[in-house]
């Protein structure tokens, strides 16, 4: 049986990024068949010491973290601050279709391996930075962090409750927003030299990539100058988390379901009351619905409540799923989301892996994380050319 060729299995893609975006943002090229090659420095990239570890063990290899972000790669170490691996850098960028990295701004420059310098050497190089506040204005040279990214871009002026502080939503979902959208970028970019020839610079803030998810936030302050601001500490669970017997649950009016069918649903009648016959009136008398809904569902599990409001009333409804829920989640599983990987050091685990499907040319897993320097030889030798005793001179060196 012939497979039928990848989307992307004429790019090579160098990823000489750090942590989670960049190194995302390459992942995703390899996932649809590009050929990634990971390029570290010699003690690696710093996404190698994010914990957690595989049994708590800090060991470069075992960083669940890195072993996500860096699936579908090869992985080779080169010093780029030497002058012998900044030259071999520009070797391989000739061969190259993209370059993924994630330092300041200015820094490849003053190694004269900004996109300026290798697109003389690749006229059809894309690069693609990605970075707390991008390349230019008065922020680009800070650096930055998740929590910052939040509150820079405003979405935590709009998280939690109006009598505590802003919050921070959970994870690394800035990270990841700012991977996602420079893969979209990348994408354009090369469809766009497929038509022309040239590469181009393509230049991801992070915070810019937060900022662009506040869809109603920022409009609303142009257009009228409201301000959303957070939610009252009482009288607004109703359409936010509440709790259950095992558990927590979000309901909402809409979807195929009257008020009339919600308060049958819940089996309270006096939620049919005058008092919350509108938004307005609920809102009103929100402490009261929130009490009536938080007695009415304590002795209700989410799997029961989620599966009468579904299919028996046509709410909106959602449960909280925990990671155990979601490890055996049907809707997942369905969609084969999950993909076992094997690693050298780590062994077996499901990860996370096909996050949009196709007919023809879907996401393939390859082959897992690289070990620190696993293809140098295949590299440095298939690649380049380099005999073995080149190698390992370039290896008693230092340079990779």
Not at 3 to 29: E, F, Q, T
Request: hydrophobic content about 40%; aromatic content about 8%.
């Amino acid at each position: 049986m012939t497979m039928i060729p990848a989307a992307l299995d004429d790019i090579r893609v160098l990823d000489i990024s750090h942590g989670i975006a960049g190194p995302l943002c390459a992942k995703l090229l390899g996932d649809f068949g590009a050929d990634v090659i990971k390029v570290e420095p010699a003690g690696g990239e710093c996404g190698r010491r994010m914990p957690p570890f595989f049994q708590d063990d800090p060991d470069p290899e075992k960083s669940l973290f890195f072993l996500l972000v860096n699936l579908n790669k090869r992985g080779i170490t080169l010093d780029l601050e030497r002058p012998q691996g900044a030259d071999i850098f520009k070797k391989l960028a000739r061969l190259a279709d993209v370059v993924v990295e994630t330092f300041p701004p200015g820094y490849l420059a003053s190694l004269g391996l900004d996109h300026a310098s290798l697109e003389r050497e690749n006229p059809g190089l894309v690069m693609t930075s990605i970075t707390p506040f991008g390349q230019s204005g008065p922020y680009s040279r800070y650096k930055g962090e998740e929590i910052l990214a939040y509150a820079m871009s405003g979405i935590m002026s709009i998280s939690g409750t109006t009598d505590r502080e802003p919050l921070k939503h959970g994870g690394f979902q800035a990270q990841y927003e700012a991977g996602f959208n420079g893969t979209m970028a990348t994408l354009f970019t090369l469809l766009l030299r497929d038509a022309t020839g040239a590469g181009q610079h393509v230049d991801v803030s992070i915070q810019e990539v937060v900022t662009s998810t506040m869809v109603a936030n920022q409009p609303f302050y142009s257009w009228a100058g409201g301000v959303q601001g957070r939610r009252r500490p009482v009288g607004t669970m109703f359409g936010n988390v509440m709790p259950c017997k095992d558990g927590y649950f979000v309901s909402q009016a809409g979807g195929g379901a009257s008020w009339d069918d919600l308060a049958e649903f819940y089996g309270r009648q006096e939620l049919k009351d005058e008092r919350f016959a509108d938004v307005d009136q609920r809102t009103v008398n929100g402490q009261a619905l929130d009490a009536i809904l938080i007695e009415a569902a304590k002795e209700r599990t989410m799997a029961e409540m989620f599966k009468t409001a579904s299919e028996q009333y046509r709410m909106l409804f959602g449960i909280v799923q925990t990671p155990a829920d979601l490890a055996h989640c049907a809707q997942l599983e369905a969609r084969e989301f999950y993909q076992e990987v094997e690693h050298p050091v780590i062994g077996k685990i499901n990860v996370p892996f096909r996050l949009w499907n196709m007919t023809e040319i879907p996401a393939r897993y390859r082959r897992p994380a690289p070990t620190l320097g696993q293809h140098n030889a295949e590299v440095y030798g298939r690649l380049l050319g380099y005999a073995e005793e080149e190698v390992t001179a370039l290896r008693e060196a230092g340079v990779i």
